[in-house]
DNA sequence: ATCAATATTGAACATAATTCATTATTATTA
DNA sequence: TAATAATAATGAATTATGTTCAATATTGAT
């Protein structure tokens, strides 16, 4: 999906462009989005300045509307390389994990890791973007919420082997698990990031597994105990 | 506190102005207040003017200034009121409730009754205030978070009851309990209120509980079954 | 090397928050 | 009640910043 869309992207650009500019226009492309995390990240988007992102990107202000609508625009745009890299290390650290509550705890660990290590990203995504009406109705946003996919996938597989409980709509039990990580990573944020997110990661995935399991009785399946 | 420190304005203004002209400036103050929550609430933050503001509540812009410093203050002072009538239901709801369980499914269930209530409120404190990192260092924000107090209360309560887990760190808990709410109604309204939010709050409850129960054994305290 | 196509620039423009000198209103006093 | 003082309201002027666009610079094709 993403993939095609990059090639026709590339296909329009080798036409009308050479190489060399092509090169050049995706290189700038980008120093504009890395001025902006830092702005961004540092001052919020309210107070951002276009002044301020261009200037550390070495341009003149209106070179960013040549590249971006507008400031929002650009905003909206910062997510799809970080999320392009979550989900796809979330598919590393879950290859041959077995036991669907051992995923459950390798996602709840990779998914605090990830904001420990990103905490300027993490303040955009979580406190800005994530709430936004508008970026809500993006594509990015969609693509972003495929990047947790993951977690309705693990809560299916469960509920096929009979570990998960199937009494409690599966939008709730996604609601659960999305819902106390990132409310922990947004006050974590709050708090200007002072303590170890990653603290407390087995004691979140020990209630959760617990939620999750409900009244089901033990299955016997490919379950670790803590 | 909060009442001594409207004691304090009430004095100050009795001394310097007479009690009529103090009774015009509460009324005026509650008006822009009033027509802040309408605007904000319908167009967010940014996009909200201070002109637009000013022309719903009858007033010049000027006039703004005189009661709140900026449009960032008037933005933070919303909250207060309704988290006065949030706070003082929710004791409301609890009077009379015995079983922490019960406490807890009355506290989910109120939770997501004032929210399908007041969506307008809700966008701006879920969506805005709740995540913004200036508010979060305001006096409004300490006593926002005071309003969720019970929360902690009946954890604690059920702690010392022997009914609910004491393996895991209680704040953990409570972001379990907040997190699982804030995330519903924080899609719910991102999604425009479209669906009925109240529609599973016996499986969120459900699962709650299972998760704040955990390992342990029940206890047989005054707990009631779904 | 020349010309056409494209990219960059930054001053000018538009919008909106904020200020402040002026005007209107309200309270006090004789 | 009239005169005066104190306070509140006003809205035009100021300031700040996102956005546009005509002019300039750069790059690619012949």
């Known amino acids: 999906m993403q993939g095609s869309k990059r090639n026709c992207v590339n296909l329009f650009l080798r036409k009308t ?7 050049k226009k995706v290189a700038r492309r980008e120093d504009i989005i890395q001025a902006a995390i830092e702005i961004f990240s540092k001052k919020g988007f309210q107070s951002a300045s276009i002044s301020e992102i261009a200037k550390r990107a070495g341009i003149a202000n209106g070179t960013i509307y040549q590249y971006f609508r ?8 910062i997510p799809v ?5 979550f989900r796809s290390q979330v598919a590393l650290h ?3 994990i077995t036991g669907v509550f051992n995923k459950i705890r390798k996602f709840v660990w990779y998914f605090l890791y990830f904001f420990k290590n990103n ?3 993490g303040r ?5 973007l994530r709430v936004n009406r508008s970026f809500a109705k993006t594509e990015t946003y969609d693509f972003l919420k495929q990047s947790v996919r993951s977690v309705w996938d693990i809560i ?3 509920q096929k082997e009979g570990v998960i409980r199937t009494d409690v709509d599966i939008y709730i039990l996604r ?7 990132e409310h922990m990573v947004s006050r974590w944020l709050l708090k200007d990031a002072q303590y170890d997110i990653l603290e407390h990661h087995q004691q979140v995935s020990r209630i959760l597994i617990d939620a999750l399991r409900g009244g089901v009785a033990d299955s016997g399946g490919p379950v670790a105990k803590d």
């Open 17 to 23: 462009l050479g190489i060399q500019a092509m090169y």
């Open 70 to 77: 507008n400031k929002e625009d650009l905003f909206f745009s």
């Open 81 to 85: 390389e970080k999320t392009n890299e």
């Open 94 to 96: 879950l290859e041959g």
């Open 119 to 121: 905490p300027e990203y």
């Open 124 to 128: 955009l995504l979580m406190l800005e």
């Open 156 to 158: 299916e597989e469960g």
């Open 175 to 181: 609601h659960l698990v999305l819902g106390i990580l």
